[in-house]
């Protein structure tokens, strides 16, 4: 796939078969991430894998009940709060795995580093046919210092960037975009 149309296929996928992701396909994918530019050409960036769908599931269902605990913690918004309050709504989509994106310090310009990882991540995936959606609901609870004990994640790394991996049941459709807003300065 050529990168235009990487950019302009990637999608949010919240549908994902049961197809496992192998480790050399993830490791792949992040060494595409790590492709990305950082300042000073520091590489801020780290990441975890969890395949253990068993796994996933209960990571999901903690973050979203941490959430549900006191909803002033969710600022995503009315329609954020709906759909953590059904039911059904799993936060990571069933997907086979999940790649944690993180800045290896609180350093200027750390996290926006690893949101470019990120991003060459998704479009990595994205080309070799994998969706990706990216969870936001998901970092405050990854971030909590417990959380990370019990995860055996750094303590000094903060998680930027939950991204959910797998094969998709279906490529969304496009929602559009509206036209970029450009001010020319003289």
Known sequence: MELPDAIKNRRAVRDYTDTAIT????????????????????????????TNRDHIADYGKRAKEW????????AFGDHARQMLQDPAFNIFYNAPALVLVMAKSSSSQASEDACL????????????????????FA??????????????????CQVV????????????????????EIFWLK
Do not use: Y
């Open 67 to 74: 959430l549900l605990a006191d909803l002033s913690r969710n």
């Open 23 to 50: 480790r050399s396909e993830i490791e792949s994918i992040i060494s595409a991430a790590i492709e990305a530019p950082s300042a000073m050409n520091l590489q801020p960036w780290s990441f975890a894998v969890v």
């Open 139 to 156: 970092r405050p609870w990854l971030n909590l210092p417990a959380t990370k004990d019990e995860l055996g994640l750094p303590a000094q």
């Open 117 to 136: 990882a990120a991003q060459n991540l998704m479009l990595a995936a994205r080309d070799r046919g994998l969706g990706t959606c990216w969870i936001g």
């Open 161 to 180: 960037a939950p991204i959910v991996l797998g094969h998709p049941k279906a490529w969304p459709a496009s929602h559009g975009r509206n036209p970029a």
